[in-house]
Protein backbone atom coordinates (compact mmCIF):
# COMPACT_ATOMS: atom_id res chain seq x y z
CA UNK A 1 0.00 0.00 0.00
CA UNK A 2 1.35 3.05 -1.06
CA UNK A 3 -0.19 6.29 1.20
CA UNK A 4 -2.01 5.75 4.12
CA UNK A 5 -4.90 4.31 2.44
CA UNK A 6 -7.55 5.86 4.56
CA UNK A 7 -11.20 4.52 4.00
CA UNK A 8 -14.38 4.96 5.15
CA UNK A 9 -17.27 2.52 5.00
CA UNK A 10 -20.76 4.22 6.11
CA UNK A 11 -24.00 2.40 5.11
CA UNK A 12 -25.89 2.78 8.38
CA UNK A 13 -28.24 5.33 9.76
CA UNK A 14 -27.42 4.23 13.39
CA UNK A 15 -24.05 5.81 14.52
CA UNK A 16 -22.25 2.60 14.29
CA UNK A 17 -19.11 1.84 16.16
CA UNK A 18 -15.52 2.94 14.21
CA UNK A 19 -12.72 0.13 13.75
CA UNK A 20 -9.08 1.18 12.53
CA UNK A 21 -7.11 -1.30 10.93
CA UNK A 22 -3.72 -0.62 10.80
CA UNK A 23 -1.40 -3.21 8.34
CA UNK A 24 0.89 -2.71 5.78
CA UNK A 25 -0.43 -4.97 3.65
CA UNK A 26 -3.03 -4.10 1.32
CA UNK A 27 -4.57 -7.47 1.15
CA UNK A 28 -5.02 -7.83 4.56
CA UNK A 29 -6.40 -4.75 5.07
CA UNK A 30 -9.08 -5.75 1.89
CA UNK A 31 -9.42 -9.01 3.49
CA UNK A 32 -10.48 -7.79 6.94
CA UNK A 33 -12.92 -5.07 5.17
CA UNK A 34 -14.27 -7.78 3.60
CA UNK A 35 -14.95 -9.46 6.61
CA UNK A 36 -15.74 -6.93 8.60
CA UNK A 37 -18.40 -4.84 6.64
CA UNK A 38 -21.25 -7.21 7.30
CA UNK A 39 -21.57 -6.13 10.81
CA UNK A 40 -22.45 -2.62 10.33
CA UNK A 41 -18.99 -0.71 11.52
CA UNK A 42 -17.70 2.21 10.39
CA UNK A 43 -14.23 1.28 9.20
CA UNK A 44 -11.18 3.59 8.84
CA UNK A 45 -7.97 2.11 7.48
CA UNK A 46 -3.58 2.78 7.22
CA UNK A 47 -1.29 1.66 6.12
CA UNK A 48 1.34 1.96 9.55
CA UNK A 49 1.88 3.36 12.89
CA UNK A 50 2.45 6.85 11.73
CA UNK A 51 -0.50 6.74 9.86
CA UNK A 52 -2.47 5.57 12.10
CA UNK A 53 -1.37 8.17 14.31
CA UNK A 54 -2.49 10.26 11.77
CA UNK A 55 -6.22 8.95 11.78
CA UNK A 56 -6.60 8.86 15.22
CA UNK A 57 -5.55 12.34 15.55
CA UNK A 58 -8.73 13.78 13.45
CA UNK A 59 -11.44 10.70 13.86
CA UNK A 60 -13.26 9.17 16.71
CA UNK A 61 -12.37 5.74 17.01
CA UNK A 62 -13.41 3.15 19.01
CA UNK A 63 -11.48 -0.10 18.54
CA UNK A 64 -8.14 -0.53 16.95
CA UNK A 65 -6.72 -3.69 15.13
CA UNK A 66 -3.33 -3.45 14.03
CA UNK A 67 -0.81 -5.45 12.74
CA UNK A 68 2.55 -6.53 14.45
CA UNK A 69 5.20 -6.47 12.24
CA UNK A 70 5.20 -3.62 10.20
CA UNK A 71 8.19 -0.36 8.80
CA UNK A 72 9.11 1.85 11.36
CA UNK A 73 6.70 0.95 14.25
CA UNK A 74 5.81 -1.98 15.53
CA UNK A 75 2.25 -2.78 16.30
CA UNK A 76 2.73 -2.97 20.39
CA UNK A 77 4.77 0.48 20.06
CA UNK A 78 1.72 1.94 17.80
CA UNK A 79 -0.79 0.80 20.64
CA UNK A 80 1.32 2.27 23.33
CA UNK A 81 1.21 5.93 21.61
CA UNK A 82 -2.25 5.35 20.85
CA UNK A 83 -2.96 4.45 24.46
CA UNK A 84 -1.11 7.49 26.08
CA UNK A 85 -2.92 10.15 23.75
CA UNK A 86 -6.48 7.89 23.26
CA UNK A 87 -6.63 5.93 26.06
CA UNK A 88 -10.41 5.31 25.96
CA UNK A 89 -9.69 2.96 22.73
CA UNK A 90 -10.12 -0.57 22.73
CA UNK A 91 -6.66 -2.01 21.20
CA UNK A 92 -5.94 -5.25 19.54
CA UNK A 93 -2.68 -6.85 17.99
CA UNK A 94 -3.02 -8.72 14.66
CA UNK A 95 -0.02 -10.60 13.82
CA UNK A 96 1.29 -14.04 12.12
CA UNK A 97 4.28 -13.53 14.40
CA UNK A 98 4.02 -14.43 17.93
CA UNK A 99 6.24 -12.23 19.44
CA UNK A 100 5.52 -13.34 22.90
CA UNK A 101 7.92 -10.78 24.88
CA UNK A 102 6.94 -7.50 23.48
CA UNK A 103 3.30 -8.76 23.14
CA UNK A 104 2.97 -10.27 26.74
CA UNK A 105 4.58 -6.96 27.75
CA UNK A 106 2.57 -4.89 25.96
CA UNK A 107 -0.86 -6.30 27.49
CA UNK A 108 0.54 -6.37 31.30
CA UNK A 109 0.76 -2.65 30.70
CA UNK A 110 -2.27 -2.12 29.34
CA UNK A 111 -1.13 -1.03 25.48
CA UNK A 112 -2.92 -4.12 24.15
CA UNK A 113 -6.65 -5.59 25.05
CA UNK A 114 -6.07 -8.82 23.22
CA UNK A 115 -3.70 -10.58 20.91
CA UNK A 116 -5.05 -12.40 17.86
CA UNK A 117 -3.37 -14.94 15.18
CA UNK A 118 -2.89 -14.77 11.12
CA UNK A 119 -4.26 -16.58 9.56
CA UNK A 120 -7.01 -15.67 11.90
CA UNK A 121 -10.82 -17.80 11.87
CA UNK A 122 -13.34 -15.60 10.77
CA UNK A 123 -16.10 -16.20 13.19
CA UNK A 124 -13.45 -16.21 16.25
CA UNK A 125 -12.25 -12.59 14.67
CA UNK A 126 -15.42 -11.13 14.38
CA UNK A 127 -16.42 -12.35 17.69
CA UNK A 128 -12.98 -10.67 19.69
CA UNK A 129 -13.95 -7.71 17.61
CA UNK A 130 -17.60 -7.69 19.00
CA UNK A 131 -16.47 -8.31 21.76
CA UNK A 132 -14.40 -5.51 22.03
CA UNK A 133 -16.82 -2.83 20.46
CA UNK A 134 -19.31 -4.08 24.10
CA UNK A 135 -16.51 -3.62 25.71
CA UNK A 136 -16.08 0.20 24.42
CA UNK A 137 -19.95 0.38 24.77
CA UNK A 138 -19.90 -0.36 28.53
CA UNK A 139 -17.01 1.75 29.12
CA UNK A 140 -18.75 4.86 27.38
CA UNK A 141 -21.92 4.37 29.60
CA UNK A 142 -19.33 3.67 32.76
CA UNK A 143 -17.96 7.38 32.04
CA UNK A 144 -21.31 8.67 31.09
CA UNK A 145 -22.94 7.68 34.41
CA UNK A 146 -19.77 9.11 36.16
CA UNK A 147 -20.51 12.49 34.72
CA UNK A 148 -23.87 12.76 35.43
CA UNK A 149 -23.20 11.41 39.02
CA UNK A 150 -20.35 13.81 39.54
CA UNK A 151 -23.03 16.53 38.20
CA UNK A 152 -25.62 15.55 40.46
CA UNK A 153 -23.24 15.50 43.48
CA UNK A 154 -21.94 19.25 42.07
CA UNK A 155 -25.62 20.34 42.04
CA UNK A 156 -26.99 18.60 45.32
CA UNK A 157 -23.70 20.20 47.12
CA UNK A 158 -24.71 23.75 45.90
CA UNK A 159 -27.98 23.15 47.16
CA UNK A 160 -27.30 22.14 50.66
CA UNK A 161 -24.59 25.08 50.32
CA UNK A 162 -27.52 27.35 49.75
CA UNK A 163 -29.62 25.54 51.88
CA UNK A 164 -27.27 26.20 54.76
CA UNK A 165 -26.73 29.74 53.93
CA UNK A 166 -30.39 30.17 54.56
CA UNK A 167 -30.24 28.30 57.74
CA UNK A 168 -27.42 30.46 58.67
CA UNK A 169 -29.50 33.67 57.61
CA UNK A 170 -32.50 32.28 59.60
CA UNK A 171 -30.23 31.79 62.77
CA UNK A 172 -28.68 34.94 62.79
CA UNK A 173 -32.13 36.52 61.97
CA UNK A 174 -33.48 34.68 65.11
CA UNK A 175 -30.90 35.82 67.53
CA UNK A 176 -31.38 39.62 66.33
CA UNK A 177 -35.27 39.01 66.97
CA UNK A 178 -34.27 37.60 70.18
CA UNK A 179 -32.06 40.65 70.94
CA UNK A 180 -34.81 42.93 70.26
CA UNK A 181 -37.56 41.25 71.82
CA UNK A 182 -35.24 41.18 74.84
CA UNK A 183 -34.37 45.19 74.75
CA UNK A 184 -37.48 46.22 74.08
CA UNK A 185 -39.21 48.49 77.41
CA UNK A 186 -42.24 46.79 76.37
CA UNK A 187 -43.23 43.71 78.26
CA UNK A 188 -43.87 40.87 75.72
CA UNK A 189 -45.04 37.48 76.79
CA UNK A 190 -45.27 34.73 74.05
CA UNK A 191 -47.70 32.06 74.63
CA UNK A 192 -47.64 28.45 72.55
CA UNK A 193 -50.75 26.98 71.50
CA UNK A 194 -51.09 24.83 74.76
CA UNK A 195 -51.11 27.62 76.53
CA UNK A 196 -47.31 27.57 77.99
CA UNK A 197 -45.37 30.83 78.53
CA UNK A 198 -42.84 30.16 75.79
CA UNK A 199 -41.60 33.80 75.84
CA UNK A 200 -41.50 36.29 78.30
CA UNK A 201 -38.74 39.47 77.84
CA UNK A 202 -36.99 41.53 80.58
CA UNK A 203 -39.44 43.77 80.55
CA UNK A 204 -42.16 41.31 81.25
CA UNK A 205 -40.05 39.75 84.17
CA UNK A 206 -39.68 42.87 85.78
CA UNK A 207 -43.44 43.89 85.42
CA UNK A 208 -44.06 40.08 86.98
CA UNK A 209 -41.62 39.97 89.07
CA UNK A 210 -41.19 36.45 88.48
CA UNK A 211 -39.62 33.98 86.02
CA UNK A 212 -42.53 33.66 83.95
CA UNK A 213 -41.20 30.81 80.79
CA UNK A 214 -42.67 27.34 81.17
CA UNK A 215 -45.97 28.27 83.47
CA UNK A 216 -49.40 27.69 82.30
CA UNK A 217 -50.75 31.30 81.12
CA UNK A 218 -54.27 30.07 82.22
CA UNK A 219 -53.20 29.93 85.79
CA UNK A 220 -49.98 31.68 86.18
CA UNK A 221 -50.85 35.30 84.43
CA UNK A 222 -53.31 37.91 86.37
CA UNK A 223 -56.30 37.35 85.57
CA UNK A 224 -56.70 40.42 83.46
CA UNK A 225 -54.46 38.91 81.18
CA UNK A 226 -56.00 35.62 81.04
CA UNK A 227 -59.11 37.15 80.14
CA UNK A 228 -57.17 38.46 76.79
CA UNK A 229 -55.93 35.13 76.02
CA UNK A 230 -59.51 33.51 75.20
CA UNK A 231 -60.14 36.55 72.65
CA UNK A 232 -59.96 35.16 69.36
CA UNK A 233 -59.20 38.36 67.67
CA UNK A 234 -56.83 41.29 67.98
CA UNK A 235 -57.60 42.83 71.37
CA UNK A 236 -56.67 46.13 72.81
CA UNK A 237 -57.33 46.93 76.35
CA UNK A 238 -56.74 48.76 79.44
CA UNK A 239 -56.74 47.53 82.49
CA UNK A 240 -56.05 47.64 86.18
CA UNK A 241 -53.23 45.94 87.99
CA UNK A 242 -52.01 46.13 91.01
CA UNK A 243 -53.53 49.27 91.41
CA UNK A 244 -52.01 50.88 87.61
CA UNK A 245 -53.75 51.21 84.64
CA UNK A 246 -51.91 49.29 81.39
CA UNK A 247 -52.35 48.66 78.16
CA UNK A 248 -52.84 44.79 76.78
CA UNK A 249 -52.29 44.28 73.38
CA UNK A 250 -53.01 40.82 72.12
CA UNK A 251 -52.75 38.99 68.80
CA UNK A 252 -53.22 35.20 68.00
CA UNK A 253 -50.20 33.56 65.91
CA UNK A 254 -50.69 31.12 63.09
CA UNK A 255 -54.04 30.90 61.17
CA UNK A 256 -57.39 29.78 62.69
CA UNK A 257 -57.21 26.51 61.42
CA UNK A 258 -53.91 26.00 62.44
CA UNK A 259 -53.62 28.06 66.00
CA UNK A 260 -49.66 28.45 67.15
CA UNK A 261 -50.78 30.82 70.14
CA UNK A 262 -50.79 34.28 70.83
CA UNK A 263 -48.23 37.27 71.64
CA UNK A 264 -49.46 39.60 74.33
CA UNK A 265 -47.96 43.30 74.80
CA UNK A 266 -48.44 44.85 78.41
CA UNK A 267 -47.51 48.36 78.43
CA UNK A 268 -47.57 50.33 81.98
CA UNK A 269 -48.11 53.99 82.68
CA UNK A 270 -44.53 54.90 81.82
CA UNK A 271 -44.83 53.27 78.34
CA UNK A 272 -47.15 54.19 75.39
CA UNK A 273 -49.05 51.67 72.86
CA UNK A 274 -47.65 52.47 69.29
CA UNK A 275 -50.69 54.07 67.16
Known sequence: ???SGIQEDSSSNVTPSTLLL?????NIISALRRLLRRDGYRILTANGGEAGLEVLEREHVDVIVSDQRMPGMTGTEFLARARAKWPQTIRIVLSGYT????????INEGSVYKFLTKPWDD???RANIAD???RKRLDDENQRLQHELASANAKLSDL???RQRRIAIGEASLHVAHEVIAALPVA?????SENMIALANEAAQQLFGSSLIGLDARTDLPAVLQDVLRCE?????SVMLDGKVIRVVSNALGSPKKPRGRVIAVFSNETEKPS
Open 1 to 3: MGD
Open 22 to 26: VDDEE
Open 99 to 106: ELGSVTSA
Open 123 to 125: EQL
Open 132 to 134: AVH
Open 160 to 162: LEE
Open 188 to 192: VIGVD
Open 233 to 237: TPSYD
